[in-house]
């Protein structure tokens, strides 16, 4: 396999962290296990990755940063994340300054890249309220203007950071009518602004990721100028929007991370507990159970990669793509987590047993993903209220450029491919019918056709099968949709949200395919083969026709071993499984480390 330069910052940030396994390690599972029993924040692994250098990832390099893609961002997320959810979730909360990227003026650009880069300061996002939920629209906090800047009253409730960032973005209103273009977003400095006139609520107790610092912030009367008005007023409501579908897609890196952890740790088990004369590992069902697990990773790496990648080449698409990821990736690996539990019996509920208890952490702190950024069921809604649309686009069959679709695909799925300047400003509210995943679909079957290098019949056989019943569903699907009456708003029926899971299926299903297509010669023999890809579609099929006989082709053992050897070489479970950190504890690196 071919080194890709997108993922040195990752392997480096790997290799200095060290084992996790390893108790002396800075984020090793003995240490986070240690501060999840106390519930506290976890200072001081926060500030060794701030000396590390890694907020330097978060700013652009036209703003005086080391971001350079967003492939290379969730590479590293997921670095942090397979060590602790807490700390990573704690971290990242730093990607909320794609708002200022996205529409701030240079003076704020600059002020937040120093207060992040020499500062050590972070921010959080205050759009969510304690009536109102997710109905942003809805929400009662409100900003009055007055000379030289506005008066900012009400609650934001729960928060992650509230009380400890130094930058708050806060989603007000200020037009009394409300509406959608009633609302105004605002970068508040807290060390800018009275503190008698705002406070926080106390830490939330969670379930999961029980160190956070989850609570709230109040404003009471509060002036803010007019230089904390992050882009015009009455425009807070689309930035949010086109925010969360950045922030949307990074999230999965933090399912990601947690999924490989898991895996790992009751493979670890599977390999050394004996019980009826044989290893757990050498019984069929568990064996099975932890492959299937395996496919589940691939299958969501091939939709997250693509979409850290896509947000580079066709950012126009994002309200469908990231709707799609923030959807599929989290409730997936939630519910392998949940699946190979079984493989643990009873030690997976405790909390030192095995690995210093991490798998149960890990099953606590991840069940919040899904809730971030907009939840399962708000992801499902955005491409309800845009699959009408993108029904009509693949009703005309063939693209209108179908090169252009082609070129597109290539730049959003070949690894070896360098990636255009992410340009927020092509963010739209709603993609306007275009999918280049799905609608590369029949392409990619015709490419099945034609291949250019040796496949296994069975194989090649199996997946024009696979991804012609993909195709018909598909069809099905935009045949009833063409036919069906449709609801504006909230009031979605129960049909419409499942059709929506369908839809997520065929997107990722498509995205695995995809990226075989246009990685074969590069990813190892294993990836090329393409037996985890028959696998990996076959699941996804059962969700769509769980009615339909399974395809001839069961090669398990094939992935076993894949699964086996890169456990045995320490390196991630993943399409791009790059080395791992060895047992040896480290010592603090260098700041500033130049990849």
Known sequence: MKPLKQYQVAAALERDLGSPFVAKNPLSFEQTAALDEQEVFPDAEVKWLYD??????????????????????????????????????????????????????????QKLARFMQEEYGTMCLAYSERDHGSDLVGGSVV??????????????????????????????RTDEAGGNRGLSLFMVDKQEIDPASFGNNPK??????????????????????????????????????????????????????????????TLNFALSRKIYGKTVWDMPHPRRVLVNGFLDILTCDCVNIAAARGFHVAPRQFSVWSAVDKYFVPVTLEKMQQDISVVLGARFYMRDEHDAGVFQKMLRDSSIISVFDGS?????????????????????????????????????????????????????LISRGADDVIQGLEPALTALESLDQPLDTAVLDCLKQQYQRFLTVLDEQDEALAHGSFEHGHDQSFEAFEAAKQYCYIHAATACLHMWLHNRHQLGEFFAQGKW???????????????????????????????????????????????????????????ALLI
């Open 533 to 591: 890809l028959v696998l990996c579609a076959e699941r996804l099929l059962a969700q769509l026709t769980p009615d339909r006989p399974a395809v001839p082709l069961a090669d398990y053992e094939t992935v076993a071993e894949e699964l086996l050897q890169l456990h045995a070489d320490d390196k991630m479970f993943s399409i791009v499984p790059f080395q791992l950190a060895g047992v040896a504890p480290v010592t603090p690196p260098v700041p």
């Open 52 to 109: 590390w250098g890694l907020q330097h990832y978060y700013v652009p390099t036209e703003n005086g940063g080391k971001f350079t893609s967003f492939e290379e961002f969730v590479a590293f997320v997921r670095v942090l994340s397979r060590r602790d959810l807490n700390i990573a979730i704690a971290f990242t909360t730093m990607f909320w300054s794609f708002l200022t990227w996205m529409a701030g003026t240079d003076q704020q650009k």
């Open 376 to 428: 399962s069921v708000v992801n499902l809604h955005s491409l309800i209220l845009q699959r009408r649309h993108l029904a009509k686009a693949r009703g005309r069959r063939q693209p209108k450029d179908l090169a252009a679709l082609q070129e597109r695909l290539r730049n959003s799925f070949n690894l070896a491919t360098d990636l255009p300047t992410f340009n927020p400003s092509q963010l739209e």
């Open 204 to 265: 939330i107790k969670t379930h999961g990721i029980r160190g956070a610092d989850m609570s709230g912030i109040y404003f009471e009367d509060c002036f803010v100028p007019d230089d904390m008005l992050l882009g015009k007023e009455g425009q807070g409501l689309e930035l949010a929007l086109k925010g969360f579908q950045i922030t949307r897609a990074l999230c999965a890196a933090f399912s990601q991370g947690s999924a490989d952890t898991c895996l790992r740790t």
């Open 143 to 172: 900003a009055k203007k007055v000379p030289g800047g506005y008066r900012l009253t009400g609650e934001k409730w729960p928060i992650n950071r509230a009380t400890r960032s130094g930058i708050t973005f806060v989603l007000a």
